[in-house]
Nanobody, 119 residues
Framework: VQLQASGGGLAQTGGSLRLSCKAA???????????KAWYRQAPGKQRELVAQ???????TYGDSVKGRFTISRDNNKKMVYLQMNNLNPEDTGAYYC???????????WGQGTQVTVSS
């Protein structure tokens, strides 16, 4: 597994969770120069972009999570994070971290971590 996601679990409406994604040694060399993102997929729905952070630190968020979620990365630790606040049941799904490097022609997915928000 080249991207290891963790931090999912069960939360109540209004609660918070922090997801983490660690890059494996095999892709450490491309980590800093890649675009990192979190996607999620709810049962019966297509995978959707939650948040993205570009190489220059510019962030982009899906409309449904703006103002509640924050993506960050630590290039030294080769980690990507997703801080999720004010969760609601519509945030339930499997969350996947993703790394894209056009320079190295790489598109890497993590194995997913489940987030379940109860009402």
């Amino acid at each position: 597994v080249q991207l290891q996601a963790s931090g999912g679990g069960l939360a109540q409406t209004g609660g918070s969770l922090r997801l983490s994604c660690k890059a494996a040694r095999s892709i450490l060399s491309v980590f800093s120069s890649s675009i990192k993102a979190w996607y999620r997929q709810a049962p019966g729905k297509q995978r959707e972009l939650v948040a993205q952070i570009a190489t220059d630190g510019t962030t982009t968020y899906g409309d449904s999570v703006k103002g509640r979620f924050t993506i960050s990365r630590d290039n030294n630790k080769k980690m990507v994070y997703l801080q999720m606040n004010n969760l609601n049941p519509e945030d339930t799904g499997a969350y996947y971290c993703n790394l894209v490097s056009s320079s190295y022609n790489m598109n890497v997915w993590g194995q997913g971590t489940q987030v379940t928000v109860s009402s």
